[in-house]
């Protein structure tokens, strides 16, 4: 690969062979010390972003994704879809109405048809406590545009 360098043997490689001394390619190594330190750097951010985009917006990416950085030994934080179930509604007096509840089952707002959360993101509650903001911006930054999704501990 082009883009990993070994500066030693770079430097050594470039030298004649009759400066080839220890005091000037110790001399040499310090002068280009800042230029290694700038690659090291890059290759970093270069893997750092090379994993990034080996993720994607589909469930199952975007859960590794979050378990790759936030729990990768447990594995435990999970996406699921909403219930999208449809709401009961209890009639008002003026609209002259049977009041019949039968068996009715209350739900968080999340779980009806019309409410705007698409996915749910079960975080244990050890890492929401601590990691919630990081957890908030790399869902943001995975999820499609127009989805809604809400953090729920478990």
């Known amino acids: 690969m ?17 400066l080839r001394k220890p005091v000037l390619f110790g001399y040499i ?3 280009i010390a800042p230029i290694s330190s700038l690659h090291y750097k890059w290759s970093v951010m270069r893997n750092d972003n090379l994993k990034k985009l080996s993720y994607n917006s589909q469930r199952c990416y ?7 950085k936030f729990d990768p030994d447990l594995r435990r934080i999970t996406l699921e879809r909403t219930l999208r179930m449809e709401q009961s509604y209890i009639y008002t007096p003026a ?11 209350l739900q968080p707002e ?10 749910l993101v079960n975080v244990p509650r050890d890492i929401m406590n601590v990691k919630l ?4 911006a790399t869902v943001d930054f995975y999820v499609l545009a127009g989805k809604q999704y809400q ?3 478990i």
């Open 2 to 18: 082009w883009y990993k360098i070994d500066f030693d043997k770079l430097i050594l490689l470039l030298l004649p062979t009759f």
């Open 29 to 31: 190594r310090a002068l």
């Open 62 to 68: 975007l859960r590794g994704a979050l378990n790759d």
């Open 95 to 105: 609209e002259n109405m049977d009041v019949y509840l039968g068996v009715m089952w």
């Open 110 to 119: 999340f779980n009806y048809a019309n409410s705007n959360v698409d996915f």
């Open 133 to 136: 903001n990081e957890i908030v």
């Open 151 to 153: 953090i729920i501990s």
